[in-house]
């Protein structure tokens, strides 16, 4: 790896590995995504040799990670919940008529866990709740 490579790789970078070429913990404000550190709300995109941090689109921001070969989100920050590559609000989730370019949470379910927009029902309740034909009702 190149002087150029090394210093390219390492911004934003806090521990940077020499033996492995890699970035180990990325400064503030930053995560690491396909071996570079990334600004929040970015996410690592490989063309060729060339990684490079790309912004995700408004409806992912609260996304943590994210594929841009299928663009949708893997994993959410904190107080969000990963609804089919989306972040939703907790307790909103996609329906299945959401588009990837389109897509709003505002599918509202009262006490559910997990939401199958396939199904259009409650997969897994709150706790203290039950499943009752998909919709969660109180346990007590």
């Known amino acids: 790896m190149s002087r150029s490579q090394i210093l390219s790789v390492g911004l ?11 970035c180990t913990t990325c ?3 930053y995560h690491k995504d396909n071996d570079i550190c990334c600004p ?7 063309t060729g040799n060339i990684k490079y941090c790309h912004k995700i689109t ?6 943590l990670s994210f594929d841009p ?3 949708v989100c893997k994993s959410c920050k904190d107080g969000k919940n990963l609804s089919y ?3 939703c609000a907790d307790k909103t989730f996609l329906s299945k ?3 990837v370019v389109d897509a709003a949470c505002n ?28 919709v969660c009702v109180s346990s007590t």
């Open 40 to 46: 929040d709300g970015y996410t690592a995109v490989s």
């Open 107 to 134: 599918v509202s379910v009262p006490n559910c866990y997990n939401y199958s927009a396939e199904t259009e029902s409650c997969l897994i309740c709150d706790e203290n709740f039950h499943l009752s034909n998909g």
């Open 58 to 63: 408004e409806l992912l921001n609260d996304c």
């Open 85 to 87: 590559g989306k972040c």
């Open 12 to 22: 934003n970078c806090k521990l940077f590995d020499l033996d492995n070429d890699t």
């Open 97 to 99: 008529y959401s588009h």
């Open 27 to 29: 400064d503030t404000g």
């Open 69 to 71: 070969t299928t663009k």
